[in-house]
C-alpha cells in the first residue's frame, strides 16, 4: 500500500530479446536461417545515462539476453541501441566504418566479417522489449550448374573470386544504416560448399554497393581434363 508502479520496478532489470529480420544467415552455408547462438554477444547502449552495456543470447529459440541494465529512479522509458560484431565479440565502439577480409574460405569467417544493427527503440518498465537486428553486410550465394544438365559434377572448380570494394563507411538513420564505400575493387575467396543439383556452391559477405557494370565473378571449372 502506498507504494508507486515506479517505485515497485525501481532496480528491476531491463527484459530484452533479439530477433534478426531482412537478411540471410550467417552461420549457415546454405542461408536458410537467422540463428542466434547461446553465448553470442551484444552491446546494448543505454540511452539514460550513455553508458554500454555486454549482453549475451540465453536461448536461442527466443533470443532471451542477460544483462546487467536496471530500472532506476530517471523514468519509465529508455531509448536503447544495440549491435553486435556477428556475435563473437563484445566492443563498446558502435563502428562509423566496416570492412570485410579477402579470404572468407572457412565457415567461421562468416561470423567474424558480419556486423549486425538494432536501431534507437524505446523500452518501457514493465514490458520485455525486443531489439530488431539487421545484417549489415550483404550475403552473396551463388550456385553453379550445368545449363543443359550434361554435367553432373565438376572435378576442379579453382581459382574462385568475387571483385567488389570491402571497405565502407555508415551513416545511421531510421532503421537501417546508409553505406558508401571506398577503395579499389579487391578479390574475396568465397566460401565453397555443396548442395543437391549443383556443381558447386560459393558464399561471401561483401559491404553492400552497386555492382551494375562491373565484372564480379571470376572461376575456372575443369570437367573430364
Given at each position: 500500500d502506498g507504494v508507486t508502479y515506479g517505485d515497485a520496478q525501481d532496480g528491476s532489470p531491463l527484459e530484452l530479446k533479439a530477433a534478426v529480420v531482412s537478411g540471410?544467415?550467417?552461420?549457415?552455408?546454405t542461408a536458410s536461417d537467422n540463428a542466434w547462438t547461446v553465448?553470442?554477444?551484444?552491446?546494448?547502449?543505454?540511452?539514460?545515462?550513455?553508458?554500454?552495456?555486454?549482453?549475451?543470447?540465453?536461448?536461442?529459440s527466443t533470443g532471451a539476453l542477460?544483462?546487467?541494465?536496471?530500472?532506476?529512479?530517471?523514468g519509465t522509458t529508455k531509448t536503447v541501441t544495440a549491435w553486435s560484431y556477428g556475435g563473437g565479440t563484445y566492443t563498446t565502439t558502435l563502428p562509423a566504418s566496416w570492412s570485410v577480409a579477402t579470404d572468407q574460405s572457412q565457415a567461421s569467417y562468416m561470423q567474424t566479417n558480419d556486423f549486425l544493427y538494432s536501431p534507437a527503440l524505446t523500452a518501457t518498465v514493465g514490458t520485455p522489449t525486443t531489439l530488431t537486428f539487421a545484417h549489415e553486410t550483404s550475403m552473396i550465394f551463388i550456385r553453379l550448374k550445368s545449363s543443359d544438365g550434361s554435367v553432373t559434377s565438376a572435378s576442379d572448380v579453382t581459382s574462385v573470386s568475387l571483385k567488389a570494394a570491402n571497405v565502407g563507411t555508415f551513416s545511421y538513420s531510421g532503421s537501417s544504416a546508409s553505406w558508401s564505400v571506398s577503395g579499389d575493387k579487391v578479390g574475396i575467396t568465397p566460401l565453397t560448399g555443396s548442395l543437391g543439383g549443383y556443381l558447386a556452391t560459393f558464399t561471401a559477405l561483401i559491404i553492400p554497393q552497386d555492382m551494375s557494370g562491373n565484372e564480379f565473378l571470376q572461376f575456372i571449372a575443369t570437367y573430364n581434363g
Open positions: 540471410l544467415a550467417t552461420r549457415s552455408t553465448g553470442d554477444i551484444v552491446t546494448v547502449l543505454d540511452g539514460s545515462d550513455n553508458t554500454k552495456h555486454r549482453y549475451t543470447i540465453t536461448n536461442a542477460d544483462g546487467d541494465i536496471v530500472w532506476g529512479d530517471e
